[in-house]
């Protein structure tokens, strides 16, 4: 059985994290196999056999060059301001176009996508970027269906993802498509990354938001609530925390999130029940109380409030098991890694 060889192009001016987050990724999941031969081969490809430097100026030295690089069952080209280099960009575009027919998966990680639009590739396709890039990405490849807030997108045998860390979770679903959700989440705890995202998670999230838009006290509350829905989340313990009377706890949450702290703690709920859901590894009643919810009962009571419908029928029309959507899908079955392919 061969090994899965990655190809990650290497360039002046790349973004660091866009090499080593999912080359990580790729080595953890070698480690967690009991077969001696490894998974993944990972290996860095540039225009030249000269080291080349990051923006942060960490200096890699690339394996193999464009003209005597190796067969690849997946090529990453990271992001960077060294692809705005004229040059630059027309020596990795003409590598990916060049290894497309023969490479199973084609990746680009955040500003990446500067590599991969321009080989055509991608026309007509769904594809994602930093948030930041979105807007010039879709007004420079207007024949790209650009959507500006996925974590990561799935067409095809592209994968396009957003900025740095997003690098991560699309390693973690590649990871999963070989070799199975419990082998990715296995990577994932060995990494420490805190929550696993799916593709069609936003990259800029509820907590995240509220902490830019606020500097009080109640934005550290905010996002440790997120981290806490198992617990007691109720008025008197949440103004507990913020060192407020219970009455002028309640004003001032309403006059700065917009809500009541009972309708707050509701809402993240649902919303992270809807996640697990999604997943589809857990009974209904379990994951309405491992977000909080005191019975199934009233879990399913506040869902279908919430959303109209019930949590089996969330299941069952949004489980990455039960379709493919039109972000990245991920396999749900896991296979042995000592398989490797």
């Known amino acids: 059985m061969k090994v899965k060889r990655i190809?990650?192009?290497?360039?002046?001016?790349?973004?660091?994290?866009?090499?080593?987050?999912?080359?990580?990724?790729?080595?953890?999941a070698n480690e967690t196999q009991s077969d001696p031969r490894p998974a993944y081969e990972v290996v860095v490809i540039s225009p030249s056999s000269k080291p080349f430097a990051s923006g942060s100026g960490l200096v890699f030295k690339p394996q193999r060059t464009f003209k005597n690089a190796p067969s690849l069952d997946t090529l990453i080209v990271p992001g960077g301001p060294g692809l705005r280099k004229p040059a630059v960009n027309r020596s990795v575009s003409a590598f990916v176009k060049?290894?497309?027919?023969?490479?199973?998966r084609i990746a680009s990680v955040c500003s990446g996508i500067y590599g991969l639009a321009p080989t055509g590739l991608l026309?007509?396709?769904n594809v994602t970027t930093h948030w930041e890039q979105a807007?010039?990405?879709?007004?420079?490849?207007?024949?790209?269906?650009?959507?500006?807030?996925?974590?990561?997108?799935?067409?095809?045998?592209?994968?396009?993802?957003?900025?740095?860390?997003?690098?991560?979770d699309l390693a973690l679903s590649l990871i999963e498509e070989d070799y199975g959700?419990?082998?990715?989440?296995?990577?994932?705890?060995?990494?420490?990354?805190?929550?696993?995202?799916?593709?069609?998670?936003?990259?800029?999230?509820?907590?995240?938001?509220?902490?830019?838009?606020?500097?009080?006290?109640?934005?550290?509350?905010?996002?440790?609530?997120?981290?806490?829905l198992n617990d007691d989340l109720s008025v008197e313990t949440l103004a507990g925390r913020a060192c407020l009377c219970p009455r002028h706890f309640s004003r001032r949450f309403k006059s700065e999130v917009g809500t009541s702290p009972a309708d707050f703690v509701e809402k993240r709920r649902l919303d992270e029940a809807r996640r697990r859901l999604s997943n589809g590894d857990n009974s209904v009643e379990n994951v309405g109380l491992s977000v909080g919810f005191k019975s199934g009962d009233a879990f399913r009571r506040a869902f279908e409030r919430r959303l109209g419908l019930s949590p089996s029928d969330y299941r069952r029309r949004f489980s990455s098991a039960s379709k493919v959507p039109s972000v990245q899908r991920q396999r749900s079955e896991?296979?042995?890694?000592?398989k490797a392919a």
């Open 7 to 28: 190809g990650i192009v290497g360039f002046d001016g790349v973004v660091s994290i866009d090499i080593s987050g999912p080359a990580d990724a790729f080595a953890v």
């Open 98 to 104: 060049a290894r497309a027919k023969s490479t199973r």
């Open 123 to 125: 026309a007509g396709r």
């Open 135 to 168: 807007q010039n990405v879709a007004r420079r490849f207007p024949d790209l269906k650009v959507n500006e807030n996925a974590i990561f997108i799935k067409d095809g045998q592209f994968y396009t993802s957003a900025g740095a860390t997003a690098g991560i």
């Open 181 to 228: 959700r419990q082998v990715s989440l296995t990577v994932a705890r060995q990494l420490v990354v805190y929550l696993k995202r799916s593709g069609g998670q936003e990259q800029y999230s509820e907590p995240l938001r509220f902490q830019t838009e606020s500097v009080s006290r109640l934005s550290e509350l905010t996002t440790w609530i997120y981290t806490h």
């Open 334 to 338: 896991p296979k042995k890694l000592s």
